[in-house]
């Protein structure tokens, strides 16, 4: 990356790796390195990584106007083979600006690109056909443009593919998407809130009780307004780091701004609710007013994440996922809700029960189950019988008997 970063002079460029929702990704993960200059976007590339990790498919690089023709797009390109230093990358098809790059650009692994390469050693991650069909595509933009696209490493650069991509066409396989599953796991997500400075002051102050100043959120928000469009995934991290990566792209805002994330507990005593599965996360798709119960929240200012109040609600709150559109919103939400997420009059916050400590261990307790049943046999079994404690024999009746007859008598 040296060649590269030498031509950013003084810029103060940093690069950040990290994840990127996208719809389109299926089981394929997100991810974006980011080039930021004093906080602000100056690039970004966005690409898709195979569950295993070993294929990560390009989908697209741009560099905001500034800061073009500055090298910026190739480091982009060179971290991204450095955070996956084994991994088949496909770059896909080129347009008249790409191409152009290309030309110029110095790749660190062409070994690791699936266009140099024959598709029987990559096959299962990608489609030949649709490979076929975008180094075509290069190969036309490299004539139009009149440049040479570093065609000495491409493999059969210009010959026709077709048939040779029908045949491993077979041993690809999409994989299927594993991500959570909203009836067993518990999710985060999360919303960007301009408070009203002097609610910005109260919940950002340490000296008050965490639960009381989480109360206030959510009263200012609405217990039946938690964000419809929000990205649940797994882990509190990745809901913060969703907030910070939207932060980026809205950095002209200069409000007091807090990110508040929240801990729903697993829809399981209810229809899953409709929504789409990814690799690490899930979104409700056209919320209709969704029941969940919060068990925690946690919140922070951009500028301080190091400083990270959290709440956990023991018992946990009963809340809603505010309806996508308001038209489609249930019966139960509206008899319990406003339009603007707020409890109707005569409604209040009611807590919802302790979770058990027994949901989600049925196998756990039915194998605990099984081996104390068999204990029990076991040492049944091996109890003498009533029988074989009886005398055995009639001189060891006789033998008693006489002991019991030398026996002293009490008088």
Do not use: C
């Not at 990814?278 to 007013?289: E, I, L, Q």
């Not at 919103?329 to 997420?341: C, F, K, M, P, T």
């Amino acid at each position: 990356m040296a060649g590269a970063e030498a031509q950013l002079d003084a810029a103060g460029v940093s690069l950040w790796l990290t994840n990127w929702k996208s719809d389109a990704g299926g089981a394929w993960s997100g991810r974006r390195v980011m080039a930021l200059v004093g906080g602000a976007l100056a690039g970004r590339l966005d690409v898709y990584v195979h569950p295993d990790g070993q294929a990560v498919q390009v989908e697209q690089l741009e560099v905001e106007p500034a800061y073009r023709r500055r090298g910026l797009a190739s480091v982009l390109m060179d971290a991204l083979y450095a955070a996956h230093p084994t991994a088949w990358i496909n770059h896909g098809g080129r347009g008249p600006q790409g191409t152009l790059w290309w030309d110029r650009y110095s790749e660190p692994a062409p070994q690791r690109n699936v266009h140099n390469r024959p598709p029987a050693a990559w096959a299962r991650y990608f489609d030949p056909v649709a490979v076929a069909g975008q180094r075509a595509r290069n190969a036309y933009q490299n004539r139009y443009q009149g440049v040479d696209g570093n065609q000495e490493a491409v493999y059969r650069y210009g010959e026709p593919m077709e048939a040779e991509a029908r045949q491993y066409a077979p041993l690809f396989r999409e994989p299927d998407a594993q991500g959570p599953d909203p009836q067993l796991d518990e999710l985060h997500g999360g919303m960007r809130l301009f408070l009203p400075p002097g609610l910005h002051r109260v919940v950002h102050d340490a000296s008050a009780d965490a639960v009381v100043r989480a109360g206030i959120v959510l009263d200012h928000i609405g217990y039946g307004n938690l964000p419809h469009d929000s990205a649940w995934s797994t882990t509190e991290p990745e809901a913060f780091e969703d907030l910070a990566h939207e932060e980026v792209f809205h950095a002209a805002e200069r409000r007091p701004l807090t990110h508040v994330t929240f801990r729903i507990l697993a829809l399981a005593e209810q229809e899953p609710p409709l929504h789409d599965v990814k690799a690490s996360w899930v979104r409700f798709v056209n919320s209709p007013g969704i029941e969940v119960q919060v068990a925690g929240m946690s919140w922070r200012s951009p500028h301080r994440p190091w400083v990270t109040p959290s709440a956990v609600f023991d018992p946990p709150l009963d809340a809603a996922i505010a309806p996508e559109f308001q038209r489609d919103a249930s019966v139960a939400y509206r008899a319990r809700y406003s339009e603007l997420g707020e409890l109707r009059p005569g409604q209040r916050t009611q807590r919802g029960e302790a979770p058990s400590p027994y949901v989600g261990r049925g196998a756990e307790i039915s194998a605990m189950a099984n081996r104390l049943l068999e204990g029990i046999a076991q040492r049944a079994a091996a109890r003498p019988t009533a029988a074989s404690r009886q005398p055995s024999s009639a001189k060891q009746q006789a033998h008693q008997q006489d002991l019991r007859q030398q026996a002293p008598r009490v008088r």
